[in-house]
Structure formats: C-alpha cells, structure tokens
T-cell receptor, first 115, second 110 residues
C-alpha cells in the first residue's frame, strides 16, 4: 500500500495563477484533510471531508476550494494564488468520520511557492 | 479558537526522559488529545492519544490532568532518532475544529 500520495511534490506559481493539488489514499479511509504548514510553524486545517460527498471548512479556508472526487481522492484548488499561500501543503486521511479519536495518516507534502 | 501553546524547543541527551507539555485552554469536553511527531520534509506521524489520566504505549506516555487544560507527552530514554518536532492536536470547544499546537522542536544529543 502506498498510503497517502500527493502530487506534485514541488510547484512554483506566479501571483494570480491557479492550480490544483491532488491527494489520493489507498487505505479505504472515510475522512480526508488538507493542511498548510508555514515555515517554522504548526499545521493549520484548511478543509476536511468526513465522507465521500461532504466537505467542511477548517481553520483557514479562505482562498481555497476542495473537491472530494470519490472515496480515494481529495483535491485542493487555488483559484488565484497569492504570495501568502506560499507554504507546504499536507493531505491526510483517517478511517473514521473525522472524530478526534481518528489516527490521521499524512502524505509527504507539496511545497508551493507563489511569486 | 482554542489556544494551544508548547515550548518552542527542548534539548536532551540520549537515555534521558523528556516531558513536553501542551497547554490548551478551550478544548472540547468529549474529545481526545493526540500527539504527533514530525521529521524534516515529512508529514506528521501519530504517537499517542488519550482522554484523561494516563495512557502508555510502546513509545510514549501521555498524562492529562482532570481539568484537561494541558497534556504532557513523556518520552522515556530518548535516542538520537527522537530528534523531531512534536505537536499536540485538540478539538476547539466553540468551533469543533481540529487545532494543532505550535510544536516543540526536540534536539537529542549523544
């Protein structure tokens, strides 16, 4: 099992460009999450999906959209990138419906730079 | 939002016990407190979780007082490979959102 995979690993954008970060998991998990981690800081939840077809905002959702394409895939879209969105983006998944007892499994991250 | 505070960094030597505390002043009453470990250029990895009192697994112990305003991760006899950043994860009482702590960078010396 590959676990949680993310593409791309690195990306450089110009201000105003759009892009989609892809995430897939092969553990048959119900919940999936998107976090951002700014240099030297902790992780902040952007959006999560407790089950296929549902999405909810996290702590910092502004400037992002998400799509739970199916049970395996959860994508994060930046419609008009801004330098403040320069960060490392982590996708995670968990077996349950997003409860605090769920163990989250994280992908390797996507390092995004917006110029 | 729940304010979660951790020491920025800690130093230790191999073989010592390390205790890292996370202060969380407004967490949901029925949710668990979880700790994760993160190595450079990797995603976080689950260590341990608990609701109250003490929980122990093969790698760590977690102490949670009755008021649940803090939690302490205890790593017995650390080794060089324990050098990493450690985060607590809680649920905010008002928003029901998951909130990671600020993180503690642990450096273990030989």
């Amino acid at each position: 099992n590959a676990g949680v995979t993310q593409t791309p690993k690195f990306q450089v954008l110009k201000t105003g460009q759009s892009m989609t970060l892809q995430c897939a998991q092969d553990m048959n998990h119900n919940s999936m999450y998107w976090y951002r981690q700014d240099p030297g800081m902790g992780l902040r939840l952007i959006y999560y999906s407790a089950s296929e077809g549902t999405t909810d905002k996290g702590e910092v959702p502004n400037g992002y959209n998400v799509s739970r394409l199916n049970k395996r895939e959860f994508s994060l879209r930046l419609e008009s990138a801004a330098p403040s969105q320069t960060s490392v983006y982590f996708c995670a998944s968990s077996e349950g419906g997003g409860a605090s007892t769920d163990t989250q499994y994280f992908g390797p991250g996507t390092r995004l730079t917006v110029l | 939002l729940a304010k979660t505070t951790q020491p920025i960094s800690m130093d230790s030597y191999e073989g010592q016990e390390v205790n890292i505390t996370c202060s969380h002043n407004n967490i949901a009453t029925n949710d668990y407190i979880t700790w994760y470990q993160q190595f450079p250029s990797q995603g976080p990895r689950f260590i341990i979780q608990g609701y109250k009192t003490k929980v122990t697994n093969e790698v760590a112990s977690l102490f949670i007082p009755a008021d649940r305003k803090s939690s302490t991760l205890s790593l017995p006899r650390v080794s060089l490979s324990d050098t990493a950043v450690y985060y607590c994860l809680v649920v905010d009482y008002n928003t029901d959102k998951l909130i990671f702590g600020t993180g503690t960078r642990l450096q273990v010396f030989p």
